[in-house]
Structure formats: structure tokens, C-alpha cells
Nanobody, 124 residues
Framework: QVQLVESGGGLVEAGASLRLSCAAS????????MAWFRQAPGKERVFVAA????????YYLDSVKGRFTISRDNAKNTVYLQMNSLKPEDTAVYYCAARAGGNMYATSNAYAYWGQGTQVTVSS
């Protein structure tokens, strides 16, 4: 069982940066692939970024490539999402997700564990 707690969201202006954190409980964090998804009001939850258990592989939504960076610190049981050059269309609730097995997937149904979400609002 893994419990996930996100933090770091907020209200920023376009062009600003934010770093989201997701703290995980459990002794087997290093064996889990991790991902970030987001859900804008009235829209479906969509994939943003994923990272393999080792951190050696990452995968991104096309629209965030070059602006967002996912990383992890297995010693701290934490995964991060560094978001630069934020745009109003990045406004959403951001969710952290985990799956056992270490392989990355871009579909939400591949992830068994979810955090409660953190709001990111980008004003124009």
C-alpha cells in the first residue's frame, strides 16, 4: 500500500515557475513507477509526465516537453514536477500517481495509487 501527498501548488502569473512535490509512504517506493496527471475544470484527467522506478527514463505530454521536468529522490520517497514557463492552459488540479512494477504508462488506469491533488492556477 502506498499513500501519496502532493504539495507545492498555487496561483502564479504566466511565465512563472512552480515545483510540485509528492511524498510517498511505504518502504517500496523505489520499486514504483510514478506519474503526474492533471484535470482542468470540466475536462478529463490527462497524463502529464512519468518516471521509471530508477529515474532513468522519463516521458512527457507533448505540450509540456521542454517546460516541465519530472524527477525523483528515492532516498526521500519523493517525486517532483518542476514546471517552468507556465501558461494559463496549465491551470488544473495536479495529481501524483504510483504503480508497482516500475514501468511507465501514460494511462490513468495503469496506476493504482493516487494523491488528493494540488491546485495550480496560472493567470494571464
Amino acid at each position: 500500500q502506498v499513500q501519496l501527498v502532493e504539495s507545492g501548488g498555487g496561483l502564479v502569473e504566466a511565465g512563472a515557475s512552480l515545483r510540485l512535490s509528492c511524498a510517498a509512504s511505504g518502504r517500496t517506493f523505489s520499486s514504483y513507477a510514478m506519474a503526474w496527471f492533471r484535470q482542468a475544470p470540466g475536462k478529463e484527467r490527462v497524463f502529464v509526465a512519468a518516471i521509471s522506478w530508477s529515474g532513468g527514463e522519463t516521458y512527457y505530454l507533448d505540450s509540456v516537453k521542454g517546460r516541465f521536468t519530472i524527477s525523483r529522490d528515492n532516498a526521500k520517497n519523493t517525486v517532483y514536477l518542476q514546471m517552468n514557463s507556465l501558461k494559463p492552459e496549465d491551470t488544473a488540479v495536479y495529481y501524483c500517481a504510483a504503480r508497482a512494477g516500475g514501468n511507465m504508462y501514460a494511462t490513468s488506469n495503469a496506476y493504482a495509487y493516487w494523491g488528493q491533488g494540488t491546485q495550480v492556477t496560472v493567470s494571464s
